[in-house]
Structure formats: structure tokens, C-alpha cells
């Protein structure tokens, strides 16, 4: 299923005077059970297909209408995002917890030990970002996107990552599925809004497909891409400029 099937409920219930109560006691269920339900945004198929029937709602219409919304972007307190800048591998983590890894895996491209994978879930957990479950399973309370601040505390680490990619991709011979690229062209300001749309239009593009990868192949086919980029006006003057005393002495009397 695409998009948040429990919001479209939400707003269902909503528009017909329902409440949590009035929805479990059709089920024949608890109130705290719905709540949990709704909560937790996980339940079996069958149980959503009740749902969609109390609500006179059919399963297509529920998921077509979560497809159509776009998620909306958080932003994290500032708090939140100090505590992650502290705590740079805590960060990384973060992301690749974000990108459906299981923490075993992360644990062991980190190399994190298991009491270091349980601190980290923890610490997760009181920054109100994950929960830690029996076996040591963590699991992120959201994946909606997240919007970090642009000059935050968590700026300096997306910079070096980045940075670290861009390098590497310079540095390394194109092969088919790697490819450094780099444009500048002369445009009107309504053309650079048209490929900025376009750009969006990739990003999201990139997200769905990559969603269904991970629904239907096995792990082991599944490799990680990354694509990183910034569009807008560019000062060459700027951006070309040697400090000055990087500059070559011109010879005198030539």
C-alpha cells in the first residue's frame, strides 16, 4: 500500500461524527484497541478491510486516496537535531534506519557491537524517534520525510557525507551505472523553475520505484544509489576564485 492508509480512515471517520469509540464498539472491539490500531499505524489486511466496511468505505478507494497524498515533511526539534549532532554515528544510523535497513545490517557495516545497537535504539526511543521491542527490535515511530534545518546543528554532517559522495564519484571512472555529471547553462528564471519541477518530479520517481524494489526483490539484489545535487544561480567569480596566496607571481617585465 502506498501513502498513509490510516490518515485517509482518520479523515473518514472524521467526516462521518465517528469516534475511536464509536469505531470499536461496530467492531466489537476496545476503544484502547482502535487507539493502539491507529497508533502504532500497523494492523493485519483483514483488520483494515473491517475498518473499510464500518466506514462504508471500499479497500481501493482507501488505498487510491493514500496514493494521491503527498507526505508531509517534519521537522525535528531543535533539541532533537542537537542531540543527533552530538552523536554523528547515532545520525548515520538514523538514515540508514530510515532507508528500511534492519539494524543487524547496520550494525554490521557500522561495526556496532549489540550493547552499542541497543544504546542507540534507546536513545532513539527517548528522542521520541524509534522503539525498542522485544529481541532488541527497533522500529522508527515514522517514515515520513524529515526536513533539517538548513543552517542547523545536523548541517556540517550532511555537508561532509555529501561531500564524501561527490568526491568519490569524481574520483571514480563512470562505468554503466555510475555517472558524474555536472551542467551550467544560461536561463531565464522561469526555465530553472521548469527543471527545478523536473527535478522534483525525478526525486519522487526515485522514491516509488525504489519502494516497490524493496516490496518485492530479496535483499541481496538490492543495492544502495544516491544522487546529490544543488540547482540555482552560480557565481562563477565566486566559486572559480584561488586565495590570494595561492596565487602564481606573474613574472615582472613580461
Not at 472524521?14 to 497508533?39: N, Q
Not at 483483514?46 to 488505498?63: F, G, H, M, P, Q
Not at 542547523?152 to 558524474?180: C, Y
Amino acid at each position: 500500500m502506498r501513502g498513509d492508509v490510516f490518515k485517509v480512515l482518520q479523515e473518514a471517520l472524521r467526516a462521518r461524527r465517528m469516534t475511536y469509540a464509536d469505531l470499536a464498539d461496530t467492531l466489537g472491539l476496545s476503544e484502547p484497541t482502535i487507539k493502539r490500531i491507529f497508533a502504532a499505524r500497523d494492523c493485519k489486511l483483514s483488520r483494515i478491510i473491517e475498518i473499510c466496511d464500518a466506514l462504508d468505505l471500499s479497500l481501493s478507494d482507501v488505498t487510491d486516496n493514500a496514493a494521491r497524498q503527498k507526505a508531509e515533511a517534519t521537522v525535528l526539534p531543535m533539541a532533537t537535531e542537537l542531540s543527533l549532532a552530538a552523536d554523528p554515528p547515532l545520525f548515520y544510523f538514523l538514515i540508514l534506519l530510515r532507508d528500511l535497513r534492519a539494524p543487524e545490517y547496520i550494525a554490521q557495516i557500522m561495526g556496532l557491537s549489540p550493547t552499542r545497537l541497543h544504546q542507540m535504539g534507546m536513545t532513539l526511543e527517548r528522542l521520541g524517534l524509534a522503539e525498542v521491542g522485544a529481541g532488541n527490535k527497533i522500529r522508527l515511530l515514522s517514515h515520513a520525510p524529515i526536513r533539517f534545518r538548513p543552517n542547523g546543528p545536523l548541517l556540517p554532517l550532511l555537508k561532509e557525507v555529501n561531500m564524501r559522495f561527490i568526491a568519490h564519484g569524481i574520483s571514480t571512472p563512470s562505468g554503466n551505472a555510475d555517472h558524474f555529471f555536472t551542467i551550467s547553462r544560461r536561463m531565464r528564471s522561469e526555465t530553472a523553475l521548469e527543471i527545478r519541477q523536473d527535478i522534483q518530479a525525478l526525486s519522487e520517481k526515485i522514491s516509488e520505484l525504489s519502494r516497490q524494489d524493496q516490496l518485492v526483490a530479496p535483499e541481496h539484489l538490492l543495492k544502495p544509489y544516491k544522487i546529490a545535487g544543488f540547482w540555482g544561480v552560480v557565481d562563477f567569480g565566486a566559486l572559480m576564485a584561488r586565495p590570494a596566496n595561492t596565487l602564481e607571481t606573474v613574472p615582472q617585465g613580461r
